[in-house]
């Protein structure tokens, strides 16, 4: 002891296999007059860094694509321990970012990425508060590059439980065997827009590869099949545009709205 201060080195508690262990220390020292003065402080152990990564996609692109020139990554920490301080971030291992993180739970910026259209890869190096370092790799797929489409046929068609759309046609992406969306939107006959665009995400059962089709290059013979609500009264056509993975868009030609409901129709007997 020197100076008022003292150091001595005790044994930590045992590892309980918990990621983040909370402890209060109790201590006690004894001056030269004999008494005896209590002190507490409370402290945690730390054995790994706690984080959850997020690259944030644009809303109309399927997670782990994007059609942008940058990329937004959170970073959330866990908060009831040591907490994030920094790391760094290499784009296609060439560019490194260094960053401090301003709170120690969360971290969030924006990353331009390379001018190409193909998967890039991100590594991260995060470190905590007491020194504890983990790396994450992952990667995302760049593209800008709308799909192409070819014998494309449409039909929308008014049924009794709603309106069925049905798409064929061929369909050419790079980086997507098969549509990924769709979005429509109800339109007069002299091509007023009704109500807002309807932005659809594809379920396996509403969109297949087709198997007998001429192919045009890499092109995928496809079929899909929508069931959505009646039209508006006013409707007489439907807008639509197919998207692939990253959220670039391809418009079809407006499609006529048909519908196969049958109504009865009375008409009077007048002087009968």
């Not at 997020?54 to 990554?73: E, F, H, K, W």
């Not at 056509?237 to 409901?261: C, E, H, K, Y």
Request: aromatic fraction near 8%; proline fraction near 6%; charge should be negative.
């Amino acid at each position: 002891m020197y100076a008022g201060y003292g150091n001595i080195i005790i044994q930590a508690p045992p590892d309980t296999g918990v990621v983040c262990q909370q402890y209060e220390l109790h201590a006690q020292i004894r001056d030269q007059g004999g008494n005896l003065i209590s002190l507490q402080g409370g402290f945690f152990k730390d054995n790994s860094v706690d984080v959850q990564i997020n690259l944030v996609t644009p809303q109309r692109a399927m997670s782990g694509y994007t059609n942008q020139d940058t990329i937004l990554v959170s970073i959330i920490g866990d908060n009831e321990c040591a907490g994030l301080r920094d790391g760094g971030i290499s784009i296609d291992q060439t560019v490194l970012y260094i960053f401090e993180a301003d709170v120690p739970d969360r971290y969030e910026a924006e990353y331009p990425l390379p001018a190409v259209e193909r998967p890039i890869s991100l590594s991260m190096a995060l470190f905590d508060r007491v020194s504890n370092v983990v790396v994450h790799d992952v990667s995302i797929v760049r593209d800008v590059t709308p799909p192409t489409l070819a014998d494309i046929r449409a039909t929308a068609t008014v049924v009794e439980d709603g309106t069925r759309l049905t798409i064929t046609g061929q369909f050419n992406d790079a980086h997507a065997p098969l549509p990924w969306a769709v979005e429509w939107q109800f339109v007069t006959s002299d091509g007023v827009e009704l109500g807002e665009p309807v932005y659809h995400v594809l379920e396996a059962s509403e969109v297949q590869a087709g198997s007998a089709a001429t192919l045009a290059a890499t092109s995928t013979p496809f079929g899909l099949n929508v069931l959505f609500e009646a039209p508006p009264q006013q409707a007489s056509a439907l807008r639509i545009q197919l998207f692939d993975r990253a959220g670039n868009g391809r418009a079809i030609d407006p499609v006529m709205i048909t519908s196969t409901v049958s109504h009865t129709v009375y008409v009077p007997l007048v002087g009968r």
